[in-house]
């Protein structure tokens, strides 16, 4: 079944590691994004790509990184994870840019203690 | 950058009853607005969008209007079921779209039987 898959679903991890959350999606779309889930704040853009080899920072990308070597592929990194990136963090996709719908994973459960 | 406002944030009604959540945006430019859907633990899924050349859509039970004009947009659930008993969010995306949706901060929509 074509959609977007995340990896992994949950994760506790220790202050001060680095961490590679993975998003993959096959349905050949150009534009990728990464958002963090918080209780009473939505959902919030961290970074973005519109086609592959670039990317853009959203509203809240302090502390994290990513990169689109490819189309399908949109992985995000924590260099060194602190207590406030707790979050649940959601990876999309879309045709383009503009006015095409956002396909969602199924989310990573990040806990950093 | 774009402000999405969304409200109420909590919104309970009774079975059978109609549903109003409605959301302001700041950006003029913008010309995208889906609204999603998300269950507890789940992933948000598009349940509708409107585009800017448009006033009103409906699909079913559901149906968003949008007034350019005064930048705002609603979503209506008419005949309101258990099964929508869920976290409804708004969101906008500006002519061009480089950089993803900007959310509202979401509401509850609670059906009581």
């Known amino acids: 079944i074509a959609g977007i898959t995340q990896a992994p679903t949950s994760q506790i991890l220790a202050a001060g590691r680095r961490m590679t959350l993975r998003c993959t999606q096959d349905m050949r779309h150009n534009a990728m994004y990464w958002y963090r889930q918080d209780l009473g704040l939505g959902l919030r853009l961290i970074h973005y790509s519109n086609t592959a080899g670039t990317t853009g920072k959203g509203e809240v990308p302090d502390g994290y990184s990513v990169s689109r070597a490819n189309t399908d592929d949109f992985p995000l990194t924590l260099a060194s994870a602190v207590p406030s990136q707790t979050s649940v963090y959601f990876c999309?996709?879309?045709?383009?840019?503009?006015?095409?719908?956002?396909?969602f994973g199924q989310g990573t459960r990040l806990t950093v203690v | 950058g774009e402000n999405v406002e969304q409200h109420p944030s909590t919104l309970s009604v009774q079975e059978g009853d109609s549903a109003v959540i409605k959301c302001t945006y700041s950006?003029?430019?913008?010309?995208?607005f889906p609204w999603y859907k998300q269950e507890l633990g789940k992933r948000p899924q598009l349940i509708i969008d409107i585009r800017s050349n448009v006033g009103e859509k409906k699909d079913q039970r559901i149906a968003v209007t949008l007034n350019k004009t005064a930048k705002h947009f609603s979503l209506h659930i008419t005949e309101t079921q258990p099964e929508d008993s869920a976290v409804y969010f708004c969101a906008s995306r500006p002519a061009g779209g480089a950089d993803g949706l900007t959310f509202g901060k979401g509401t509850h929509l609670i059906i009581q039987p």
């Open positions: 950006d003029s430019a913008s010309n995208y």
């Open positions: 999309a996709s879309s045709e383009s840019g503009g006015q095409t719908e956002a396909f």
